[in-house]
């Protein structure tokens, strides 16, 4: 039991509702449709997103053995290499998922495998690291829109850059964890971009949908803000999983304009990743 968890620990999987929740957006924000291949996107964005985190704590071992020793390969649970072994697996087997979705989703997903490992390879020595994590969240996008009807859309490049935006401003208060330094709080505001881009997008019928969406995720993040802004003891961590959960908020906002029924599987991705934030950490 100690090595599955870590096995969970070192794949973030609480955060795989938000994968899937990116995957939903992006294919309807592509025209919706061909739905036999959402399987093999849902697959092989799982299989990139856990290869990414166990490379990520691979690539950070010597870090995590001087600052968190809790972490599972300085703490023994797992070894190095095998991390390595298990992290490139997965990598190999989600971007021939994305392949068998089709050629221009692999090919894009071979670009998402890039910006993954060009992260792990290089976040703790840059500061514009947050932006190549956004990269991977906005080229989830572009690949889950290459699977639908309509394929790479406008809207779908303008969202992923929202999504993007909103990546930005999270990772920027999840480095705060572990280095020092000055606090700028302009990054922050780049968590209402999504809000903003809606709010332009959805007209008509749709404005009202909009809205309402809008509201929710503001409450949200302000909900998440509040441990880390207006807290005798901030609590940038539990601020950072909050808003990571959010990321359905998100992608729910992106699909304004459709029906209203996908809302129940929004609200069960928000409930599970919560759910799971109780047993495996989200950061």
């Known amino acids: 039991m100690s090595f599955l968890r870590s096995l969970l620990i070192l794949g973030r999987v609480s955060n795989l509702p938000t994968v899937w929740s990116n995957c939903l957006a992006g294919w309807w924000l592509g025209g919706g449709g061909m739905t036999e291949k959402l399987p093999f996107l849902v697959v092989g964005a799982t299989f990139l997103y856990v290869a990414g985190m166990f490379l990520n704590d691979a690539c950070d071992a010597a870090f995590d053995r001087e ?157 998440s803000m509040r441990y880390f802004l207006w807290s005798p003891e901030p609590d940038i961590g539990r601020t950072v999983s909050g808003l990571l959960a959010g990321i359905v908020f998100v992608d729910w906002l992106a699909m304004a304009d459709a029906p209203r029924q996908f809302g129940v599987i929004f609200l069960g991705l928000f409930a599970a990743a919560l759910l799971l934030q109780r047993f495996v950490p989200a950061t």
């Open 67 to 223: 600052y968190r020793l809790e972490r599972p390969i300085p703490s023994g649970a797992i070894s190095l290499r095998l991390v390595w072994v298990l992290g490139m697996a997965w990598a190999i087997l989600g971007a021939a998922a994305l392949f068998f979705a089709g050629p221009v989703t692999g090919a894009l997903g071979l670009v998402l495998v890039f910006c993954i490992l060009l992260y792990d390879a290089i976040h703790k020595r840059f500061a514009f690291a947050p932006v190549l994590m956004a990269a991977c969240r906005f080229f989830l996008y572009v690949c889950a829109a290459s699977t639908g009807v309509r394929r790479v859309t406008g809207g779908s490049l303008w969202c992923g850059l929202a999504l993007g935006a909103y990546i930005v401003g999270l990772s920027y208060l999840a480095r705060r964890e572990s280095t020092r330094g000055a606090m700028r709080y302009w990054p922050i505001g780049l968590l209402a971009a999504p809000i903003v881009l809606a709010l332009i997008l959805n007209a008509g019928s749709y404005r009202e949908n909009a809205l309402l969406l809008s509201a929710v995720m503001a409450l949200w993040a302000l909900k």
